[in-house]
């Protein structure tokens, strides 16, 4: 694990759009593996002036996001879907039929995992997946948990989560209440995986997950064991290391 402390959530967004950036410069083909949550969004924003500036060329660049909510259409500015185009996709030069999110609107879960998964495999794997980090030490939407699950996979959200995640929904409510998300196995396998972390709010989870023991219960403390992995996280989300 190597772990890039910043000054602030500006300096991680950058460090981490530089990483982001010189895979895309250095494989232009390459499979990035997207994330969604605020914790990306200015590492997108990065990326966008990056293309603007001539600098970063997405034209063959391939996507596969973490995760989406279960029941939400592409139509809705809370699915991934929408929150992808928003931040980062319709204002770079990638090919749309290049992006793969699973499929909140199939409401077949073992179709909507199985096909996402083949859609992976078909590419080949990924180069680099971006990460947050929820405060429950949740990856993509997974949960702690008993075990570790492997593939894609319906869950159910926990209450932390949709407490988290209400800021963007008019109420709790109206929080879908389960997710496809990509396993922790899918995880493992990218080459390369990137985190960003910012905030004070998340500097005890940030302690437990890279410095105490590898458990289900905190699903990113499998993160430890990833031969490639780069944590970028403020000094205020370092703050008890
Ligand atoms: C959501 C997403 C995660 C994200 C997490 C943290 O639950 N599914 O991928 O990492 O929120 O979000 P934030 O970065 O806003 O703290």
């Known amino acids: 694990m190597r772990v890039i402390r910043t ?8 460090k981490a759009a530089n990483v982001i950036g010189a895979l895309v410069v250095t494989k232009p083909d390459c499979v990035l593996g997207l994330a969604t949550g605020s914790s990306p969004v200015g590492t997108y924003k990065r990326l966008v002036e990056g293309y603007q500036a001539g600098d970063l060329d997405f034209s063959r660049v391939k996507s596969v996001n ?15 879907y929408y929150f992808m185009q928003d931040n980062l996709f319709k204002h770079v030069n990638i090919d749309p039929a290049n992006t793969h999110l699973p499929d909140g609107t199939e409401p077949d879960s073992e179709k909507a995992c ?7 495999a078909s590419m080949g794997g990924v180069d680099l997946q ?15 948990n008993d075990e570790f699950d492997k593939e894609t996979h319906c869950v159910n959200l926990t209450q932390m989560t949709i407490e988290a995640n209400k800021r963007f929904f008019a109420s709790a409510d109206e929080v879908p209440k389960q997710a496809y998300t990509m396993g922790i196995a ?3 396998r990218a080459k390369c995986v990137l985190m960003v972390v ?10 437990d997950a890279f ?14 064991l990833h031969p490639n992995f780069i944590l970028v996280a403020d000094e205020a989300a370092l703050s008890l290391i």
């Open 7 to 14: 000054k602030d959530y500006e300096d991680m967004s950058r």
């Open 66 to 80: 973490l995760d989406e909510y279960k029941g939400l259409p592409k139509e809705n500015e809370q699915s991934y």
């Open 186 to 188: 899918t995880i493992m």
């Open 130 to 144: 971006l990460l947050g980090l929820g405060h429950d030490g949740h990856i993509g939407f997974n949960e702690p």
């Open 211 to 224: 410095f105490g023991p590898i458990t289900p219960k905190v699903p990113a403390s499998i993160l430890q």
């Open 114 to 120: 199985g096909d996402y998964d083949r859609v992976i």
């Open 198 to 207: 910012s905030g004070a709010d998340k500097a005890q989870i940030l302690k």
